[in-house]
Each structure stands twice: as structure tokens, then as C-alpha cells.
């Protein structure tokens, strides 16, 4: 089970860390991604982490404004948003990969959890 937190309200420039909580299976043979959707866009891939050896991938919209990074003995893996846009506002969602690859194709994941809701604005 996969548990999305930390979302909220917040000023174009600001910054927002998200949670992704992780039960009933360990971190450390696992891909964990981000993904987001926002109203009537399809679902985006932002983020992934190899949690066997903390190797990322990032998508082009939010390379060097966003880091993802895994706490693998709280089996935790969050989520940086740092200088975020109005573009950034969606509800964002973590999913579990078995195969363990670094990828951002939502297909390739098989456990996915609640999202949280990221809202950009003035």
C-alpha cells in the first residue's frame, strides 16, 4: 500500500515536499515514481528513484526544481518541489514498480496509491 501526503496551497516560487508512505512491503528492490495529473491532461511521469541504489530519472518540465530521494528505513520516498509554476499544479500520486527499472511510463507500475493535491497560485 502506497500512501501520497504533504500537498497543499502555494505561491508560484514556492517550494512543497510530498510523502510517499509505503506498507506492507520494504523499499530496496523497488522503483518508486511520482506521477501527476492535472484537469483534463493526461497523467505525466515527474520523478522515479531506484530504491536498490538510489539512481533517478527526472522529467525534462521539472529537472533541477524538483528532487525525489528515499529514507529507505522509514520506507518513505519524498518528493522536493522547489521554485514550483502554476504549470506544477495537479494531483500527484506515487506508484511501486516490481521489475525495479528506471522509468517514467505509468503502465510499468503495478502499486499505485491515493493522491495529494498540489495547488499553484497567487
Known amino acids: 500500500q502506497l500512501q501520497a501526503c504533504g500537498g497543499g496551497l502555494v505561491q508560484p516560487g514556492g517550494s512543497l515536499r510530498l510523502s510517499c508512505v509505503v506498507s506492507?512491503?520494504?523499499?530496496?528492490?523497488?522503483?518508486i515514481g511520482w506521477f501527476r495529473q492535472a484537469p483534463d491532461k493526461e497523467r505525466e511521469g515527474v520523478a522515479c528513484?531506484?530504491?536498490?541504489?538510489?539512481?533517478?530519472y527526472y522529467a525534462e518540465s521539472v529537472k533541477g526544481r524538483f528532487t525525489i530521494f528515499a529514507d529507505n528505513a522509514k520506507n518513505t520516498v519524498f518528493l522536493q518541489m522547489n521554485n514550483l509554476r502554476p504549470e506544477d499544479t495537479a494531483v500527484y500520486s506515487c506508484?511501486?514498480?516490481?521489475?525495479?527499472?528506471?522509468?517514467?511510463?505509468?503502465?510499468?507500475?503495478?502499486?499505485w496509491g491515493q493522491g495529494t493535491e498540489v495547488t499553484v497560485s497567487s
Open positions: 506508484a511501486a514498480d516490481d521489475v525495479g527499472l528506471l522509468t517514467l511510463i505509468a503502465a510499468e507500475y503495478e502499486h
Open positions: 506492507g512491503f520494504t523499499l530496496g528492490r523497488y522503483t
Open positions: 528513484i531506484m530504491t536498490s541504489d538510489g539512481s533517478t
